[in-house]
């Protein structure tokens, strides 16, 4: 099969792009490692009794559900006057790992913010984007080019106050004119939480400051950190679930983005994001465009031939292209 050219097929896939970690990777190396909580496990954050009460209270390797289901629980004995000490020391030792496995993990603002231009004329040749992805980038990349001008911007349908939901409501209508560059979150992201409210939010900074911000906001239990960082699929659906946000998205703008997609850096593991996958092959999508990213792809034809296996044949098209 023939690995086209992006210029050549750009102007027929302008619907919707989803980016899973692979875009990032690209990006910036830092982002190879194999898992934040595999991260944390190395250097000994995660205890092996942490790790066994994720296990037991089947959250799998999700930072997220686990510290919510011990919030949860604080909460409950709070109301009973239960006196909830280890559970609080633990909650605290799981947010302190995460915190610390995000800082070391993460890259800075000031090593890659050189490269931001170079990324937007691909990002806004979409009128929706969808990120699987927890970290800073695209964010980073969408106020960069939003400050520079106030033409076709890119905007995530937050306020101050949270996500704007009379404004998804009338997503279709409004956009039609293509004015915006709508950006998703499937899975949250570091700049998502939720307060103890459980409102759904925006942590609002820009730069360098963004990133302590959030860690901030943690630190101080603000917020709960409102991103999917992995585990499996059922999990990451528990999660979805969860949050208003998380939901809307899955379910009313994730399936109806179409009639075309670009896939960019996404693997399609059934088993990972088997949930994600359901969406695609559910929703409004005809034809599908799959980036190809030739020095880790060893064999083309298999990986083609695995991804109209995932895809399951469903749709009237599917093109497999490299960037210029």
Known sequence: MTIKKWKDIKEDFTDALLMGNGASIEFDKKFTYKSLWEAAKDTDQITDKIDNLAKALHTGTNFELLMNKLFEVINVNNKFDIKSDEIINTYKSIRKALINT???????YDDVKDRFNEQIPFLKNF???FSLNYDLLLYWIRIASNNKTKKDQFYDCFSYIGFYDEWLRNYWEINSDNQYTCVFYPHGALHLARD???TDKKIFAEGVDLLKTIIHQWSNNESLPLFVSEGNSKNKMASIKRSDYLLKVYNEILPKSGPTLVIYGWSMDEKVDGHILNQIIGGNYKKIAVHVHRPTTE????????????LKNNFNEITYFELD
């Open 299 to 310: 064999d083309i034809d298999q990986f083609i031939n695995d991804t109209n296996e995932k």
């Open 127 to 129: 009128n929706t984007i």
């Open 196 to 198: 103890k409210q459980g």
């Open 102 to 108: 995000v800082r070391e993990n993460h890259c800075e």
